[in-house]
């Protein structure tokens, strides 16, 4: 490993450490606590290049999704440090490969529910099962519905979300979705078997829906376990 010089270390951490703390929060709704551990030689981070930063971060929220616990690590990045040192923020100079672990409870989820990628998928899901179960078109159903999401059950195979819809006369209609929650590819989230109660009706629909996360993402390995969701891959950060 390289030494770390007198230099070296004030820069890291009276420049460069606060400097990538202010723009990962820059990145984010909001974020509880944030560690960034950067590593790399004299001459590299002179030059503007850090071989690597590890970050761990809680209550993290990313484009409207919740996460608990966020372990990252980013290689080969390079910065305008020159700038940096002038006082200006921090900008990447490349895209930035990074890879590691996201951890989301059960609140989590249920707080995520209002992300565009979520909340679209989910009430294209719900209109399509309430079509098989009521024989309408998911516009007619969804129509001056108020979707209210109550409660979410994390299992392994099993992901239980149940709420309410609730029309304009103030009719309320319980529901519950269940569904497993499985890879399609690296960038694509699949639902499986998703089935919906509602009314004393049970209905599955005949084949599963893909939420498509772009793609940057590259998601190795997704685990449903009791009361919590694990994700372990990577994505590609665009300056």
Same mark, same amino acid.
């Given at each position: 490993? =390289?030494?770390?010089?007198?230099?070296? $270390?004030?820069?890291?951490?009276?420049?460069?450490? !606060?400097?990538?703390?202010?723009? %990962?929060? $820059?990145?984010? $709704?909001?974020?509880?606590? %944030?560690?960034?551990?950067?590593?790399?030689?004299?001459?590299?981070? *002179?030059?503007?290049?850090? !071989?690597?930063?590890?970050?761990?971060?809680?209550?993290?929220?990313?484009?409207?999704?919740?996460?608990?616990?966020?372990?990252?690590?980013?290689?080969?990045?390079?910065?305008? %440090?020159?700038?940096?040192?002038?006082?200006?923020?921090?900008? /990447?100079?490349?895209?930035? =490969?990074? #890879?590691?672990?996201? %951890?989301?409870?059960?609140?989590? *989820?249920?707080? #995520? /529910?209002?992300?565009? &990628?979520?909340?679209?998928?989910? @009430?294209?899901?719900?209109?399509? /099962?309430?079509?098989?179960?009521?024989?309408?078109? !998911?516009?007619?159903?969804?129509?001056?519905?108020?979707?209210?999401?109550?409660?979410?059950?994390?299992?392994?195979?099993?992901? @239980?979300?149940?709420?309410?819809?609730?029309?304009?006369?103030?009719?309320?209609?319980? +529901?519950? *979705?269940?569904?497993? /929650?499985?890879?399609?590819?690296?960038?694509?989230?699949?639902?499986?078997? !998703?089935?919906?109660?509602?009314?004393?009706?049970?209905?599955?629909?005949?084949?599963? +829906?893909?939420?498509? &996360?772009?793609?940057?993402?590259?998601?190795?390995?997704?685990? *449903? $376990?009791?009361?919590?969701?694990?994700?372990?891959?990577?994505?590609?950060?665009? =300056?």
């Amino acid at each position: 490993m =390289p030494l770390i010089t007198k230099q070296q $270390s004030r820069i890291i951490s009276s420049v460069l450490s !606060p400097a990538c703390r202010v723009w %990962l929060r $820059s990145q984010v $709704s909001a974020i509880g606590d %944030l560690s960034v551990k950067i590593s790399g030689g004299d001459r590299q981070i *002179l030059s503007g290049y850090i !071989p690597k930063v590890a970050i761990s971060a809680s209550r993290a929220i990313y484009q409207g999704l919740h996460l608990s616990q966020i372990h990252l690590v980013g290689e080969n990045i390079r910065i305008n %440090l020159g700038q940096v040192l002038k006082g200006k923020p921090l900008r /990447l100079l490349e895209p930035i =490969p990074v #890879s590691g672990e996201l %951890l989301l409870e059960e609140a989590d *989820l249920k707080a #995520s /529910l209002d992300a565009p &990628l979520l909340a679209t998928a989910l @009430t294209d899901l719900l209109g399509t /099962l309430l079509l098989a179960a009521f024989h309408m078109h !998911p516009a007619d159903i969804l129509e001056d519905q108020q979707i209210n999401w109550q409660q979410i059950t994390i299992e392994p195979e099993c992901l @239980t979300l149940s709420g309410t819809l609730t029309d304009a006369t103030n009719y309320t209609k319980p +529901f519950v *979705l269940r569904t497993d /929650l499985q890879l399609a590819s690296p960038h694509e989230l699949l639902l499986v078997n !998703p089935c919906i109660e509602i009314q004393q009706k049970l209905v599955q629909a005949e084949e599963g +829906f893909k939420i498509d &996360l772009g793609k940057e993402v590259d998601i190795q390995e997704l685990t *449903l $376990s009791q009361g919590r969701l694990i994700c372990r891959g990577g994505i590609t950060v665009i =300056p």
